[in-house]
């Protein structure tokens, strides 16, 4: 069947054709707008921005294929992505791989076999001070253990992936709520205390139970 | 310590609101330079702050300016580059993140100072969270009327893109970034031409990181003189933001001086090594920058030297400058460390980080693409108790021939800090040619048991 972009995404399109001197440079945005509605770069899809952005099918994959976001094949529900570089794996981010192994039944690289979660390892995703950490879909989640993925995961499974993200995920670098500030720079040395441990190396109160 | 400048705002309640961040001095640098100065002037203030580009090179932003020299009906463009994918980097997320209108007005008065009408944001793609917070933040400046048609009332359009990019670590190169931004493949260009003269769209453009631009403002509020003088060290100003990741106490981000010294990074900011352990080994600025060892002491007898001063003393005492730390045989890079304790084994370490190489080589040169995918070997070699001594000096010799071969300067950014690793601990590179390493050898022995809840 062909594809279509809903009437409002294709007035995004027509408002980020305006962005750029060039129709070309349209591309990364418009897969994003049909990845996001689509789930994956389908023919179909490729076909449909062929159309719009006057770009070959070959243009438009070899393009897909460069990136690691952009999925040329269907994926779960929703991605899951554990970041393995170094600064997370000092922290435990092969410990938070395996534990999702576990939990979800399948390896990295795979999806769950209820088709809800695929995981993925990613590379340093720019939350190093908040290892280890894992992203799922367009949400971040920092300084995990294990309890809090677990109350994650569950979350998504009971409410759905917005809502688990607005209860869980962090923004700004500091693993701090979303809404907030956590306020974790400073330009004034912090006194090298055992305190100190506490507070940056634990998810933010107010998102985890208990401090186990 | 003085109060902080790049990061003032980040306490700010709802900091990312135009509201907040106005009641808290936003934009009024801009309205003032927008209304009341000259390109040329703001040029020379920022070329006066020694104000070097903060995405990892460390080119003086100034001087950068300088090399625009626009053809008749040329249109310049302002570049953003917000990829980071550094591993071990994670300070321009704060900015967008938490003080985005920073940004947007450091991009206004950059735009206004170089002749150019649009500022394109290029940001990672795994950052859909910033990109949503920056273009609220730009709908907001246009809707006040600092971006659009008549920025602050003056007869000079300004405009402001985000473009997301979609998991390519090789397009925080500036030139791949360019080729991402037009809808092609991350693929690096050969240089010449430098992006100045023929970047974005074939025409002249600067690419300047996020805290580079986000400096700007307060430069041309200061003063360019008096802001450099905020840094520790001749021909290199002002403050910056210093990462610290992995075994401390205190991970996260301080704004400082530039001119602090690693041991006051880690010790004074960072809350120390995790748990008091000994310190082992301190990646300086990103995976791309050579190791510093705490037990190694520099070697700069002679009083010409630029580390004289520092002579006998540990690596990690050298004020951490771009000059300095080339002289001391690394790279300040984006200024984000990564601290190991005596847990890690620096051969899994760096097997670790050649992984990520290896995954993200674009694969256009030869000695790349090939040179990235046999350290690999070799180093799964000495892990798994498959290597021989030899591939020590085989690593050595790989890299070398990586180096000064290539269309960009990833493949140096892999086989400089593969050489550093070799060089300051050979010998636990031996013992694995030898013993292989030990079956359940891990980073995170020091962390495990509160990861995983096991007390
Ligand atoms: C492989 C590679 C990756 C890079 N990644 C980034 C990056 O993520 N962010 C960044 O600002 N600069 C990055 N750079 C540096 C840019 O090419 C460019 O020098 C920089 O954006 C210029 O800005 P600055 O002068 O303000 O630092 C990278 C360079 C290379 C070779
Ligand atoms: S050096 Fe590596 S990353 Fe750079 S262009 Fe060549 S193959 Fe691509
Ligand atoms: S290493 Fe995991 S976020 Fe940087």
Redesign the pocket.
């Known amino acids: 069947m062909a594809f279509a972009l809903t009437p409002e995404r294709e007035q995004q399109v027509d408002e980020i054709l305006t962005r750029y001197p060039e129709r070309r440079a349209a591309l990364l945005p418009v897969l994003w707008l049909c990845q996001r509605q689509n789930g994956w770069i389908s023919p179909e899809v490729a076909e449909y921005v062929s159309k719009r952005l006057e770009l070959s099918t070959a243009v438009i994959k070899g393009v897909v294929t460069f990136y690691t976001m952009f999925f040329d094949e269907p994926v779960g529900e929703n991605v899951v992505w554990v970041c393995r570089t170094l600064s997370c794996d000092l922290r435990g981010g092969k410990a938070i791989q395996d534990h999702l192994e576990k939990k979800l039944g399948c390896a990295a690289g795979h999806t769950s076999a209820d088709g809800k979660f695929t995981l993925l390892k990613a590379e340093c995703l720019a939350a190093c001070g908040q290892a280890p950490m894992v992203q799922i879909n367009d949400y971040y989640y920092e300084n995990l253990n294990v309890q809090q993925l677990d109350r994650i995961l569950d979350a998504h499974a009971a409410k759905g992936g917005e809502a688990a993200a607005a209860e869980f995920s962090s923004c700004a670098s500091f693993g701090a709520p979303r809404g907030s500030n956590g306020g974790a720079v400073t330009s004034a040395p912090p006194p090298p205390t055992k305190e100190a441990v506490r507070v940056a190396s634990r998810p933010p109160p107010d998102s985890t139970g208990d401090e186990s | 310590m003085s109060k902080p400048l790049l990061t003032s705002r980040y306490g700010v309640e709802e900091s990312w609101k135009l509201a907040n961040a106005e009641r808290a001095g936003a934009y009024e640098v801009a309205r003032q330079a927008l209304t009341a100065r000259k390109p040329a002037e703001l040029r020379e203030e920022v070329k006066k702050a020694n104000l070097r580009g903060r995405g990892g090179a460390g080119f003086p932003a100034g001087v950068k300016w300088g090399f625009l020299n626009p053809e008749e009906g040329e249109r310049i463009y302002l570049v953003i580059n917000a990829d980071e994918s550094e591993p071990g980097t994670f300070k321009d997320r704060s900015i967008m993140d938490l003080d985005p209108h920073r940004l947007v007005e450091g991009a206004i008065i950059s735009c206004f100072a170089i002749d150019a009408h649009v500022a394109y944001i290029y940001v990672r793609g795994e950052l859909a969270f910033s990109v949503n917070r920056l273009e609220e933040a730009i709908a907001e400046a246009r809707q006040a009327g600092y971006l659009g048609e008549r920025p602050f009332g003056i007869d000079h359009p300004i405009d402001v893109h985000v473009h997301a990019g979609a998991g390519a670590y090789?397009c925080g190169?500036e030139t791949a970034l360019l080729n991402s931004l037009e809808g092609r493949r991350g693929?690096?260009r050969l240089k010449p031409p430098f992006p100045a003269v023929k970047g974005a769209f074939g025409m002249p453009t600067i690419v300047n990181n996020v805290e580079t631009i986000a400096s700007v403002p307060d430069i041309i509020e200061m003063g360019g003189d008096a802001w450099s003088a905020l840094g520790r060290l001749p021909g290199d100003g002002g403050v910056r933001i210093y990462g610290v990741s992995g075994h401390v106490n205190n991970p996260g981000l301080f704004e400082a001086p530039v001119g602090i010294t690693m041991r006051e990074l880690i010790d004074d900011y960072a809350g120390g090594v995790l748990d008091g352990r000994p310190l082992k080994a301190v990646i300086p600025g990103g995976s791309s920058t050579p190791v510093l060892d705490p037990q190694r002491k520099v070697d700069a007898p002679n009083e010409d030297h630029p580390l004289h001063k520092w002579h006998g003393q540990s690596e990690i005492d050298v004020p951490m400058g771009v000059d300095t730390y080339r002289a001391l045989g690394t790279m300040l890079g984006t200024c984000c460390a990564i601290v190991m304790d005596d847990t890690v084994n620096m051969v899994e370490a760096c097997r670790n980080l050649m992984r990520f190489y290896k995954h993200e080589?674009?694969?256009?040169?030869t000695p790349?693409?090939e040179g990235t995918g046999w350290l690999v070997d070799v180093l799964d070699g000495l892990c798994n108790g498959r290597g021989k001594p030899e591939d020590v000096d085989l690593l050595v010799d790989i890299s070398n021939n990586m180096m000064g071969n290539?269309?960009?300067a990833?493949?140096d950014g892999t086989a400089m800090p593969m050489l550093g690793m070799v060089q300051k601990f050979r010998q636990e590179f031996m013992d694995a040619a030898v013993h292989g390493l030990p079956d359940d050898v891990r980073h995170d022995a020091s962390v495990r048991s509160s990861v995983e809840g096991v007390a």
């Open positions: 090789i190169e693929e690096p080589s674009c694969g256009q040169c790349c693409r290539t269309i960009c990833f493949a």
